[in-house]
């Protein structure tokens, strides 16, 4: 299956600044990558879907100008949580999508704690 | 609607058992079903899946069977060691042959008894 890495793999930060999360497909090119947020005790939650070259594709309910995604490269999209808050604190986990099956490799996640 | 669930959080079992984890989906459409296995403080792990035209597929140790019937998918374990516990999902993804989204369930907590 696929490498992803994610960095860093967590991040403490005060409220009202902003992180950035990088995922990195290690050993292929990844024209598609989701970002994910996972709750304590709580099941993955799709937010939304990163294009290569394009704009992402949010998911109901996510706001588009709070989480920025960049997908720039076939190896890296980045996730930038905006204007932090103590309520973004939460697990946020990428993976990638191959061509040739409906599979996802995930990265080992980032956890963000804001203060 | 989409939704993915599984029948039990919870699933204790003693080292060296057979562990039988289950998942019921409701879109008929799914034509293709991921398990991943998740350990704490980690990104969810492939573990193996099975397309709509299959009703069992077998790997390492690990088995998964699929109902379309009652649209039922289950995670079948055997000999289950300590190094299993973890939660565990189903996924299902309602598009084929390119990169989709996955619905994903709420998770079964294996537990294993030493």
């Known amino acids: 299956g696929a490498v992803v890495s994610q960095h860093p793999s967590w991040v403490i930060c005060k409220s009202g600044t902003s992180v950035k999360i990088e995922c990195r497909s290690l050993d292929f090119q990844a024209t598609t990558m989701f970002w994910y947020r996972q709750f304590p005790k709580q099941s993955l939650m799709l937010m939304a879907t990163?294009?290569?070259?394009?704009?992402?594709?949010?998911e109901q309910g996510v706001e588009k100008d709070k989480f920025l995604i960049n997908h720039a490269s076939l190896t890296l999209s980045t996730l930038t949580v905006t204007s932090a808050h103590p309520e973004d604190s939460s697990f946020y986990i990428c993976?990638?999508?191959?061509?040739?099956?409906?599979?996802?490799?995930f990265g080992p996640g980032t956890r963000l704690t804001v203060l | 609607g989409e939704s993915v669930g599984l029948h039990l959080p919870t699933l204790s079992v003693q080292e060296g058992d057979n562990s039988i984890i289950n998942c019921a989906y409701s879109?008929?459409?799914?034509?293709?079903f991921i398990w991943y296995k998740q350990e704490s403080g980690k990104g969810p792990q492939f573990i193996i899946d099975i397309r709509s035209n299959m009703d069992k597929r077998q790997g390492q140790r690990v088995t998964v069977l699929l109902n379309k019937t009652v649209k039922h998918l289950s995670l079948q374990i055997a000999a289950t060691q300590p190094g299993d516990s973890a939660v565990y999902f189903c996924a299902e993804s309602p598009l084929s042959g390119n990169t989709g989204k996955l619905i994903f369930g709420q998770g079964t907590t294996l537990q294993v008894k030493p």
């Open positions: 879109n008929s459409a799914s034509d293709y």
């Open positions: 990163s294009n290569e070259g394009s704009k992402a594709t949010y």
């Open positions: 993976s990638v999508g191959t061509v040739s099956t409906d599979t996802q490799y």
